[in-house]
């Protein structure tokens, strides 16, 4: 047997190993339940999915929802939605489903751009593979439904890098429109796709070896439509928007630039201690010289990258794969409160598991004898099933708000988000005692805060006690606040009061926040 098909049968025996180890890893998530965080807003009570009528697919492709643009990704909800109606399962097995198609595209990817380039190019490409699969920063993008936006923009960027990958080697132009076509899906499942252009050409200088800008000016135009309607969708309205200077200072961007980029890093190498929300900038507390360091520390470990190209030629191209493929979320335009999240390194983390299985493939075949190489070897395969194991235990995590939120409390006791969607949980399940104790902390960290008082008023008005209710939502009313469901919620409390000056007044006041006076 020729040293081809012992190649092609070791990659056929890698990738039903790769798919069997990263569905053990992720099976769990098949159980969990929907969350009370954006579960709702993009799923349960989506009228658009609910019904693929062509006035439904018209507004997924022309109107924002949930102030996103991303139609493929409300198309393919609606279509969970056409088989498993509101039941969980379905659409976690469509998740579920989706990675493990990216982790074999992540295997042939990478098999195919190391073939003539590397040694072990196929065991490289089964480690790079394992890694992406089985890491427990991939449970996030996997386990919650909503993230159904990662898997899907990544199976078709990935399907578009192969695809251009074979078009270099052919030339032929409907293999080019093919991939100009896969990239246009990837962009309307999620506008992190808008890194694409960016990344051909950093596979034209460092692989190719060729310069053809005019051939990515299709690319990059869509790159520009995508990012200036995602961009126009978060700066209008209510809801997660592009944060202002106000609120993350211009100074600490490009030190989020660094912090975000080494953060991942550091959980790629260290994947505990992960969380649903991490620090907002705020509680991070920096100052200008804070924001200095992050920046410098980005920049000594690119530098260093550069210094070591000659010895590890695939460095500086992974790197700046990882970088470019980072940087729609890696701090420079913040929005709503999440300036890290497990999620974002969903297709980055390729761009660290790469060459890593390159020096861990070169070091294991440049031992002296077998038993050397068996011990290697026994070492891999250890750190994969403890990968395994950690992301099966994150994927528990996952299994409903309650396990979610609890668990990012551990990690963060005064983490806001995790009080005001515990508050809204217990509410639902008719544990107002414990939803009034989430309330109560909520309003505590953020006396200001509208969710969490609007929360708390629930859980008091569904146990019964509106005047405490009235109490809580009290001081908006004293600020004039434009929800009407602050009003709403306190013309109904008045009403059941029989206060009738005060439940005309709370009326009032929320038909003009509905526009209706």
Known sequence: MNERSESNKLLWLGAILIFALTFAAHVRGLQGQFV?????????????????????????????????????????????????????????????????????LVLVLVREILRDRFQYATAAAILTAAIFGVHPLRVESVAWATERKDVLFAFFYLCALITYWRWLGSHKWRTYWVCLGLFVASALSKSTAVSFPFVLLIIDHWLAKRKAWE????????????????????????????????????????????????????????????SAVYPSFEEMGWNPVTSLGYLTALAAVTALVIAMRRRWPALLPTWLFYLVTLSPTIGLIPVGIHIVADRFSYLPLIGLALPLSMAVVSACFSLPNTASRFVAGFVAVAVLATLTFLTDQRGAVWSDTGTLFRNALQENPNCLPAHINLTVWHTTRKEFDEAINQGKQAVELAPDGIPGRKDLAYALINKGDRRAAINVLRPLALHDVQDPDVWRALAECFEALGDANNAKLARESQRRCEGKL
């Open 36 to 104: 009370e965080w954006d579960d709702t807003t993009h799923i349960t009570r989506n009228a658009a999915i609910r019904a693929l009528t062509p006035g439904n697919v018209w507004l997924m492709f022309t109107h924002p929802i949930a102030k996103l643009y991303c139609p493929l990704t409300w198309l393919s909800f609606g279509v969970d939605y056409q088989i498993w109606g509101r039941a969980p399962f379905g659409y976690h097995l469509t998740n579920l489903l989706l990675h493990l198609a990216n982790t074999l």
């Open 215 to 274: 051939e990515k000016v299709p690319f990059f135009a869509v790159s520009l439509v995508i990012a200036t309607i995602t961009l126009m969708t978060q700066a209008g309205g209510t809801g997660e928007t592009v944060a202002p200077p106000a609120l993350v200072p211009l100074w600490a961007r490009a030190g989020l630039a660094g912090y975000c980029s080494l953060f991942y890093v550091r959980k790629f190498f260290w994947p505990f201690h992960l």
